[in-house]
């Protein structure tokens, strides 16, 4: 079945422009998250959503990012005025966990990266 | 959080076993233990995940020490699509929803031919 697919697969930005990158995830999936992956580590969570509660975002760097998900499927992570820091990959994950069972499975995007020039 | 210590890296022939170690010492008594696998240019995949008693799946087998300080992935037959980096990650309390994954460096494996 289909799996996870963000878009754009690359994206470069100058400077200071604003981006917004997509997230679709597996159907019936409950659980959405973000990762920040920098080159040469692993990836770093930024944001949860379960349904469209974004119910974690400690992991947001600074107020210039935001992420939504209106109607619990579809997410979108806008980056607002880039900053070279920013350069990495995107990655997303959905997972059926609903919040109450404990056992998860997250099934990740291939990502977007990000270069910011 | 608890941590995790992995090698960086490690080397392996092509089918011959592989045991890619995995340090916890700190692990909470309902920490679950995780594996997933990122290949190059992919986002990570799940490959096993276990509480106390060993696992086995089609992809991997999870052995896990008594004391559940340490643990060790254990991919058989180890093929060139194996190559990959592996993150062992600690699973945190079942009353906390949203389980982000908490990734450290992982260890590389580099499979010869």
């Known amino acids: 079945g289909a799996g996870v697919s963000q878009s754009p697969r690359y994206k470069v930005a100058k400077r200071g422009q604003d981006v917004a990158l997509r997230c679709d995830p597996i159907?019936?999936?409950?659980?959405l998250f973000w990762y920040q992956q920098a080159l040469g580590q692993g990836p770093e969570f930024l944001t949860y959503f379960q349904n469209e509660a974004q119910l974690d975002k400690s992991g947001l760097p600074s107020d210039r990012f935001f992420a939504e998900r209106p109607e619990g499927s579809v997410s979108t992570l806008k980056i607002q005025r880039t900053q070279q820091e920013d350069s990495a990959v995107y990655l997303c994950?959905?997972?059926?966990?609903?919040?109450?069972?404990?056992?998860?499975?997250?099934?990740f995007g291939p990502g977007t990266r990000l270069t910011v020039t | 959080d608890a941590k995790t210590t992995q090698p960086n890296s490690m080397e392996s022939n092509e089918e011959e076993p592989v045991h890619l170690p995995c340090n916890h010492s700190t692990i909470s008594g309902t920490d679950y233990i995780h594996w997933y696998r990122q290949l190059p240019s992919q986002g990570p995949e799940y490959v096993i995940h276990g509480l106390t008693s060993n696992v086995n799946n089609r992809m991997a087998s999870l052995a896990i020490a008594e004391d559940r300080k340490s643990s060790t992935l254990i991919l058989h037959r180890a093929t060139l699509r194996d190559a990959a980096v592996y993150y062992c990650i600690l699973g945190i309390s079942p009353n906390n929803a949203g389980n982000m994954l908490t990734f450290g460096g992982g260890t590389r494996l580099m499979v010869k031919p």
């Open positions: 994950a959905s997972s059926f966990d609903t919040g109450v069972t404990y056992y998860y499975e997250q099934y």
């Open positions: 159907s019936g999936h409950v659980s």
